[in-house]
Nanobody, 124 residues
Framework: QVQLVESGGGLVQAGGSLRLSCAFS????????LAWFRQAPGKEREFVAG????????RHTDSVRGRFTISRDNAQNTVYLQMNSLKPEDTAVYYC?????????????????WGQGTQVTVSS
């Protein structure tokens, strides 16, 4: 089965940066579309960013566009989320997800494979 393991979360001050990583194993990484979601307490899980098989197409939600960048390294079977200019409202558990569909899905129901999540906390 597909396994996804996130790392890189932590506590950072507003305006700071973090880089999240998600290690993929169990299947052929290059054939999967990858995405990052996040979920704050009491809120629904929301789409953050996604990247296609070839890495030629990406998608970022409006609230993070210009601050966050998704990328993938097929040689290392890893997807990244570079987060700059962090804000307190970015505080959430961040999850990586994978699907075999070629399009970048933007709802949690588009993805069948999920990591365990990593906590990101941004202080004021």
């Amino acid at each position: 089965q597909v396994q996804l393991v996130e790392s890189g979360g932590g506590l950072v001050q507003a305006g700071g940066s973090l880089r999240l990583s998600c290690a993929f194993s169990g299947r052929t990484f290059s054939t999967y579309t990858l995405a990052w979601f996040r979920q704050a307490p009491g809120k629904e899980r929301e789409f953050v960013a996604g990247i296609s098989w070839s890495a030629g197409r990406t998608r970022h939600t409006d609230s993070v566009r210009g601050r966050f960048t998704i990328s993938r390294d097929n040689a290392q079977n890893t997807v990244y989320l570079q987060m700059n200019s962090l804000k307190p409202e970015d505080t959430a558990v961040y999850y990586c997800a994978a699907r075999t569909g070629i399009s970048i899905g933007t709802t949690r129901y588009d993805y069948a494979n999920w990591g365990q999540g990593t906590q990101v906390t941004v202080s004021s």
